[in-house]
Nanobody
Framework: QVQLVESGGGLVQAGGSLRLSCAASGRTFSRYAMGWFRQAPGKERDFVTSISWSSGSTYYADSVKGRFTISRDNAKNTVYLQMNSLKPEDTAVYYC????????????????WGQGTQVTVSS
């Protein structure tokens, strides 16, 4: 069982930056690949980025490539999402998720989800 708690969301102007954190409970965090997804009002939950358990592989949605960076610290049981050059279209609830399978764009492969943190980018 893994519990995930996101933090770091908020209101930021376009062009600004935010750093999201996702703290995981349990002693097996390092065995999980992690992902970030987001959901805007009235839209489906979309893949943002994912990272393998060893940080050896990372994947990004085209819409965030070059602006967002995922990283993890297994000693702190935490995964991060550094978001730069934010745009109004990045406004959404951001969720972190954990999977034992592999880093993936498919939300169906993720077993555990956080409660989400709101990111709002004003124009």
């Amino acid at each position: 069982q893994v519990q995930l708690v996101e933090s770091g969301g908020g209101l930021v102007q376009a062009g600004g930056s935010l750093r999201l954190s996702c703290a995981a409970s349990g002693r097996t965090f390092s065995r999980y690949a992690m992902g970030w997804f987001r959901q805007a009002p009235g839209k489906e939950r979309d893949f943002v980025t994912s990272i393998s358990w060893s940080s050896g592989s990372t994947y990004y949605a085209d819409s965030v490539k070059g602006r967002f960076t995922i990283s993890r610290d297994n000693a702190k049981n935490t995964v991060y999402l550094q978001m730069n050059s934010l745009k109004p279209e990045d406004t959404a609830v951001y969720y972190c998720a954990a999977t034992r399978v592999r880093a993936s764009r498919d939300p169906g492969l993720y077993d555990y989800w956080g409660q989400g943190t709101q990111v709002t980018v004003s124009s």
